[in-house]
Structure formats: C-alpha cells, structure tokens
C-alpha cells in the first residue's frame, strides 16, 4: 500500500488506544517501519532516536538478533501450547521458575498473563478469591494512588486514577478509593519524612473510614508513571509496605513500569528490600518483542487459594497464558539483563541520564527535574516560583511532541505538561548526549513561540532564591 492509503486505511478502521478519535482521524497515523538499536524509522525514511522505550517496554533496544532467533525456534519447534488441562510447556515452566528466583523472596508462584492491564485485573480476581476462600469475604475495598495507573481492563482502570480512564465508562466502582500520591513537587512537605508520613497516615486513615475488615489490598506503583513520573523519597515504598502489614491488608507492587531494570536494580521493590504479597509485571518482562505479563504471588496467597476448595477448578484463565513464545523470548531477555550486560549498562548510564535533565532546570520552561536510574520526567510551568503551569488552550504537549518529531526525538509528552523519559539499558554515552541535545533543541523551538514566551512569568519578577 502507498503511505496515503496506509493513512486512510488506518483512518477507516484502526481504532488506537488512548486518542481522541476526530482528532486522530483529522491528523492522520504516522507510520513506523523499521527500529535498530535505540532508532526507530518511520515509513517515510526519517531517523527516529527513541528516549521513551516504545511504551516504556522495549528496554533491551531494538533488533537483538538474538530474541528473533529464540522465537523463531520456538515457533518452529512448538507455537502454541495451552495451559489448561493440565499442559504446559518448557519455555513457560523455565520463565516461572527464573523469575521467582530473581524476584523478592516473598514471591514463589507466577501466572502469566498478555500484559500489565489483565496482570492487574489477574490480581484482583485472585485477591477476592482468596478472601472469600479464607472466610474473609466482606474484604473487597481497595486503595490505590491519586495519579496511579494500573491498566484498563474494566475492573483494573478504576484502580487508574487518571480521568481519561474513567470518563463515560463508570469508574471507579464504589469499591475502589484513592489517596494522595506523594507528589512532593506539587506539596509543600518540610523533608522527605514528612511526606512519607503523610502517606501513611492518608492509608491508616482510608482504612479506618472504610473498616478494617473490609479492605482487601493497597495498589502502588514504586515510580508512577502515566501519571507523570512522579518519584517518591527513597523509604516511601518500604513505609507503605509495613503499613499494608500493620492493618492486615495486602500490598500489591504494580512493577509493570519501574520493573526489569528501569529504576536501577531488575525490580523497584528490590532498591528497598521490600517483599510485596503481589506484584504485577509487563513490559519489559519480553522488552515489547511480543506480549506477555505475569502476577507473581506468595505463598500466603496461593495457599489460601488453594486450599479454598481443593474439589473445584480456580476459575480463571486466559488462552494465551503461559505462551511458549513469549517465555522462550522472556527467557532471553533476562540472559541479556544479566549475562549480556544490560542492567549494569543501564546502572552505569543512570547519572549520565540525571545531571541531563536537572541541567534542563536553567531553562525557561522547565519547573522540575524528577528521576530514578533511566526513568524521568520534566515538568513544565509558566511560573517556577508558583509552580503555575501552562493553560491548556496553549496546546503545549501537542507543540512538544510535534517539535521533538522534527528534531529527530521520540519520548511522551503527558497532556498535564509533563515530558516522561524511559530511554533504553543499551543507550550509549553519545546516544545520550544526543537525546539531550536534541531535547534542549525541542524545547528552544516551542519557547521561540510568541505565545508560549507570553505566558511566561516576565522576566525579572523572579524572587531571588535563598542561599542554599
């Protein structure tokens, strides 16, 4: 097909996730062809560097020939293989029992699932099944976070806490509530301490609105992501996990994001030593080469489920639990986190990638530098000293990713004016220092609007800053 008609075609009957319809039938599909490395090419030949990942996922990079290969084999050896009735296969079984060795200890079973959205519906179907299975049935409230995302499958995306996600589909069920995120850009905490205690007291007191008894579980994610990288104070993620133990209630990891080496170490949890009662993965899990996600479970759980009524099938399965497929690729992309030097490059490459984005601070349009290993955000405000962002009639994310496209750079431009980064674990020195010049570039471009260098604070109204 010649690219327009790609473009009408893809305007007739390809429904995109997460897009505003008219407005994506009015702009028009822009049409990705190829990827090396951390390049992607689209169909009219344009060089692409990618600092987002895809979604957050391909973090090995693109092209390994090494993932093709072992898909390849897999499929010609064994495509398909089911695991109900009783089957399974190698790649799946070997999958399972690598990544209970790598994961916090407290976790010793894995059912996979297609990605992180039924991962998480997975979770809480399995959290009611075992309260019910264990004489607890009036446990079916949960928490999450303000800004939180944990999916969109029609249980999962009341759990999300951003408005997309909710609007005109019935969300949140009256069972799912959501306390403040520890957002400490937009708080005005004395330290780090006081944020995290905040958070505790905002659980302990959800839980006492909503009765001990009838709360089955917390939700987080150690870095939120969708809802704009927001980077909590290292001890945050520990202080909610012995608060979850400390009012009886269980504590789910949504590691879909910050899992496999994002944040530093191959799991979020694992920075802090904290061993979740759950934990969700995706995305990197396969490094996008073809989907899969998983629910990793503790003993604890999977007991109760298990001895809930050891006559009766678990109700709950996918076809393409388990693919052969998928594990065999998951299985390689863990030899290349760890034999192949991934992970240590993505550590090595993590301060490179932070003193990038908080030299970003001197210009004029960015508020704040947050980050974690190779997982940021810029937040862009009219005003540093009010943190004022930018009105929405501006269009500010849209002029970003057009700008950043232009420049030769992918990375996501949240629709709140914050740019979200996720480079992958095989960025290069050079790589980055390109990423950097051509986002220093991007934002040079929008500033030079008329209008955008309207609605900035004037110049020279700044306070002066107190002496550090």
């Known amino acids: 097909m010649s690219i327009q008609s790609l473009i009408e075609s893809d305007r007739q009957h390809l429904i995109h996730p997460v897009i505003n319809y008219r407005a994506h039938e009015a702009r028009g599909v822009t049409v990705l062809d190829s990827a090396h490395g951390v390049y992607l090419r689209d169909i009219e030949g344009r060089e692409l560097l990618d600092a987002f990942s895809g979604l957050w996922c391909v973090n090995t990079g693109y092209g390994h020939a090494s993932i093709v290969e072992v898909a390849a084999k897999q499929m010609a050896k064994l495509p398909y293989a089911t695991g109900y009735f009783h089957f399974g296969s190698e790649p799946a079984i070997e999958l399972a029992a690598k990544l209970v060795e790598l994961a916090p200890k407290s976790l010793q079973h894995v059912y996979f699932t297609l990605g992180g959205s039924d991962a998480v519906d997975s979770a ?5 099944h075992y309260y019910n299975a264990t004489g607890r049935p009036a446990k079916k409230h949960f928490i999450a976070l303000q800004r939180g995302y944990h999916g969109s499958s029609s249980i999962g995306a009341g759990m999300t806490a951003l408005p997309a996600f909710h609007r005109n589909f019935d969300l949140p069920l009256r069972t799912q509530h959501h306390i403040p995120s520890p957002y400490a ?26 009765g001990a008894d009838n709360v089955a579980a917390f939700f987080c994610e150690p870095i939120q992501g969708s809802g704009g990288v927001i980077v909590p104070p290292a001890g945050w993620l ?18 879909v994001i910050t899992g496999f080496g994002r944040t530093g170490p191959l799991f979020a949890c694992e920075g802090e030593g904290v061993e979740p009662d759950l934990m969700t993965v995706a995305k990197g899990l396969t490094a996008g080469y073809a989907p899969m996600g998983a629910v990793l479970m503790s003993d604890k759980v999977y007991q109760g489920i298990a001895d809930g009524d050891a006559s009766a099938p678990v109700g709950h399965g996918y076809t393409y639990s388990a693919h052969p497929v998928s594990a065999a690729i998951g299985l390689e992309v863990m030899r290349l986190y760890h034999e192949g030097g991934l992970l240590a490059n993505g550590q090595a490459r993590a301060p490179q990638f ?15 530098s947050r980050h974690r290993g190779l997982l940021g955000a810029l ?21 970003i990713a057009s700008a950043a496209y232009k420049n030769g750079l992918v990375f996501r ?6 740019l979200g980064f996720a480079p992958a674990l ?14 220093t570039k991007t934002l040079d471009d929008v500033l030079a609007d008329a209008d955008v260098r309207a609605a900035l604070k004037p110049a020279g109204t700044a306070k002066p800053r107190a002496a550090a």
Do not use: W
Request: with cysteine; proline share 2%.
């Open 379 to 399: 937040e862009l405000v009219s005003d540093k000293d009010s943190k004022r962002g930018f009105d929405a009639s501006l269009k500010l994310p849209d002029r």
């Open 124 to 128: 809480l179907r399995f959290i009611t």
């Open 354 to 368: 932070a003193q990038g984005l908080d030299a970003l601070l001197a210009h004029p349009l960015v508020g704040d």
């Open 426 to 439: 095989c960025y290069t020195e050079s790589e980055f220092e390109l990423m950097f010049e051509r986002l």
């Open 238 to 255: 520990k202080a909610m996990r012995e608060a979850c133990r400390k009012l009886d209630i269980l504590f789910v990891a949504d590691e």
């Open 185 to 210: 850009y937009r708080n005005d905490f004395a330290d780090d301490a006081a944020l995290i205690a905040a958070s505790v007291a905002a659980l302990e007191a959800k839980v006492a609105e909503l």
């Open 413 to 418: 431009a949240f629709g709140n004016n914050i």
